[in-house]
Nanobody, 124 residues
Framework: QVQLVESGGGLVQAGGSLRVSCAAS????????MGWFRQAPGKEREFVAA????????VYADSVKGRFTISRDNAKNVVYLQMNSLKPEDTAVYYC?????????????????WGQGTQVTVSS
């Protein structure tokens, strides 16, 4: 069982930066692939980024590639999402998730555990 708690969301102007964090409980954090997803009002949840458990390999959605960076600190049981050059269309609730798969999964159904989400609002 893994419990995930996101933090760091907030209001930022377009072009600004924000870092959201996800703290995980348990002693097996390093055995999980971690992902970030987001859901905007009236839209389905979409993949943002993932980091593989074994070697830190990362994968990103095209919409955030070059602007967002996912990273993890296995010693602290934390995964981060650094968001730069934010746009109003990045406004959403951001969720972190953990998957027991060995690959950097981009599909939400693969993930076993989810946090409650943190709101990110980008003003124009």
């Amino acid at each position: 069982q893994v419990q995930l708690v996101e933090s760091g969301g907030g209001l930022v102007q377009a072009g600004g930066s924000l870092r959201v964090s996800c703290a995980a409980s348990g002693r097996t954090f390093s055995s999980y692939t971690m992902g970030w997803f987001r859901q905007a009002p009236g839209k389905e949840r979409e993949f943002v980024a993932a980091i593989r458990r074994s070697d830190g390999y990362t994968v990103y959605a095209d919409s955030v590639k070059g602007r967002f960076t996912i990273s993890r600190d296995n010693a602290k049981n934390v995964v981060y999402l650094q968001m730069n050059s934010l746009k109003p269309e990045d406004t959403a609730v951001y969720y972190c998730a953990a998957a027991g798969t060995p690959w950097a999964a981009t599909t939400a159904t693969v993930y076993d555990y989810w946090g409650q989400g943190t709101q990110v609002t980008v003003s124009s």
